[in-house]
């Protein structure tokens, strides 16, 4: 799809078909994840992809139920020791960017391919690291759910432009 149409026609998804997501299409979110920018190139993420359906269920426990239901569910984290260590604690900001643009790579990769993600912030950090034996050196900043869409949404209003952007010049004439 070009992408003037698929930032449009990306949504979140959260009702998912049976298809499964093949090994080639995993690989084509995920070289579109590891591909988004990052500080100093020093690409401080990490990306658990579960598709173990015991595993799955187990989100259930912290997370909306709907979850499990998607093929597979990446678990992102930020993996920051090594640019903390070097940038100390402005570096957080920079984990946290980072792990985001990854993020949006992989949902638009995701609609690309003709399937869906959402990004879920509202789980249990501690009950996610306990099911995945996440290790300290990791911190897990959202669930992803990708998988077909069964049900695709309609687009979610926007603030118009006017109201998030302040012009600092006048060139635009707006
Ligand atoms: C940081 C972040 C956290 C989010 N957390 C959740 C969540 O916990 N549960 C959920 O259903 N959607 C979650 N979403 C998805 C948003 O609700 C969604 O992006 C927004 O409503 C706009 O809809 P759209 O993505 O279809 O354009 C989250 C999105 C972001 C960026």
């Known amino acids: 799809?070009?992408?003037?149409?698929?930032?449009?026609?990306?949504?979140?998804?959260?009702?998912?078909?049976?298809?499964?997501?093949?090994?080639?299409e995993l690989m084509y979110i995920m070289n579109a994840a590891i591909n988004a920018p990052s500080?100093?190139?020093m690409q401080s993420w990490h990306f658990y992809v579960v598709s173990d359906p015991k595993v799955k269920e187990g989100f259930k426990e912290f997370c909306a139920d709907w979850i499990s239901t998607a093929?597979?569910?990446?678990v992102i984290c930020t993996a920051g020791e090594e640019i903390v260590s070097r940038f100390g604690e402005k570096a957080k900001k920079?984990?946290?960017?980072?792990t985001a643009l990854a993020m949006e790579n992989m949902l638009l990769a995701a609609a690309d391919i003709g399937f869906g993600g959402c990004i879920i912030g509202a789980y249990d950090d501690d009950k996610c690291r306990a099911l995945l034996d996440i290790p300290?050196?990791?911190s897990p900043v959202a669930l992803m759910p990708i998988g077909e869409p069964a049900?695709?949404?309609?687009?979610?209003?926007?603030?118009?432009?006017?109201?998030?952007?302040?012009y600092i010049g006048n060139s635009f004439n707006i």
């Open 71 to 74: 093929p597979i569910v990446v």
């Open 39 to 41: 500080a100093c190139n």
């Open 94 to 98: 920079f984990i946290i960017q980072d």
């Open 151 to 166: 049900v695709v949404p309609s687009a979610r209003s926007r603030k118009p432009i006017s109201e998030v952007v302040t």
């Open 136 to 138: 300290a050196e990791y």
């Open 1 to 24: 799809m070009e992408f003037k149409d698929l930032v449009l026609a990306r949504r979140s998804i959260r009702q998912y078909t049976d298809r499964p997501v093949t090994a080639d």
